[in-house]
């Protein structure tokens, strides 16, 4: 299951790198899909400078997307009360299968199940003394810090990408059905208003560029944890990525041909990718959540009894709301 939330994570990855190459520099899809192999260069560049070096680049290039869709969102000025309206949780999310189809889409995007076992790894790569108990608490500190910045970077992302939609487009949602139409949209007066700017479309067409150069590296990443970990295979870190790629591109290119390449069954895509996520979700948390609460495992740094209630409630909901969007999607 999480090898296959890897190749998810990999596919959305994938796929926004070749629309975006499509967007900047009119890429055909199939072309801009076959030279996401080279992202490994990327990856093997990175890895030249060090796990935590590639920790500050990730981190910095998240920084940086949600620079750019906050700059988007201030502009757009979006009307606050109708967005503390919107976080509050409904049960039409139970009768609407399109709410919620986009609702679990985002929080694959956000929690992604992988994520889970690459910051473990990252806590284990810090270096501390495991027999010194301070050092030991000092290093779960940090690593709870950076999960915790890392998940909040990314629910501030994609909370400002859907507020910029509904502010700007909604009124044109007929129109603006794609990653082009939006593109297209951020330099059309007659969509957009005084906020129609050229350089907002680049900078939109750059975010999703870089969104899908990270999902490569962290899907590469936390797929060779899990390999080691699971499988017990140990591959040098450029033979899992091309392997992966390699998986995740024949049904890509299988699809594609079938649907001669449309941009918005590729889309399509991205949001079942997440849904997939989103799926996978469960059988990571609880396993998570009942390991980190084991006495015998974790000693002093057992969960509290609240952290653990709320874990379960949590992992419940999710997984409440995976099964009631497969029984309305097999209704």
Do not use: C
């Not at 994570?9 to 190459?21: H, N, Q, R, S, Y």
């Not at 189809?101 to 284990?124: D, E, F, K, R």
């Amino acid at each position: 299951m999480n090898e296959l939330a890897m190749m998810a994570t990999d596919l959305t990855g994938v796929v926004g790198t070749a629309i975006a190459l499509r967007l900047l520099f009119g890429l055909p899809l199939l072309y801009g899909i076959l030279l996401t192999i080279f992202d490994v260069l990327i990856v093997l560049l990175f890895l030249r400078f060090g796990i935590r070096r590639i920790e500050f680049i990730v981190l910095s290039a998240i920084l940086v997307v949600g620079v750019i869709f906050g700059i988007e969102v201030f502009r757009a000025h979006p009307p606050i009360a109708a967005i503390l309206n919107g976080v509050v949780p409904t049960a039409d999310i139970f009768q609407n299968h399109q709410k919620l189809v986009l609702s679990l889409g985002i929080m694959g995007a956000t929690i992604m199940p992988h994520n889970i076992y690459l910051h473990s790894s990252l806590a284990q790569s810090r270096r501390y003394d495991y027999h010194d108990p301070a050092q030991v608490k000092e290093a779960l500190r940090f690593a709870n810090w950076d999960s915790n910045v890392h998940l909040v970077a990314a629910l501030f992302i994609n909370a400002l990408l859907l507020i910029l939609g509904g502010t700007l487009f909604f009124h044109a949602s007929g129109q603006l059905a794609s990653f082009q139409n939006v593109f297209d949209g951020l330099k059309n007066s007659n969509v957009v208003g005084s906020l129609a700017n050229p350089v907002m479309s680049l900078l939109f067409a750059f975010a999703l560029l870089i969104t899908g150069l990270i999902s490569s590296i962290t899907s590469t990443l936390s797929g060779q944890i899990v390999m080691e970990g699971y499988l017990n295979i140990r591959l040098p870190l450029w033979q899992r990525r091309l392997l992966t790629w390699f998986v995740t591109l024949i049904p890509i290119l299988i699809i594609g041909f079938m649907v001669g390449f449309n941009e918005q069954d590729f889309e399509d895509m991205i949001v079942y990718a997440q849904i997939a996520l989103s799926i996978a979700l469960p059988f990571t948390l609880f396993p998570m959540i009942f390991l980190t609460s084991s006495k015998k495992l974790m000693g002093e740094h057992v969960n509290s009894k609240l952290v653990l209630v709320v874990g379960l409630i949590l992992s419940s909901v999710i997984t409440i709301l995976n099964l009631q969007l497969i029984v309305s999607t097999l209704t």
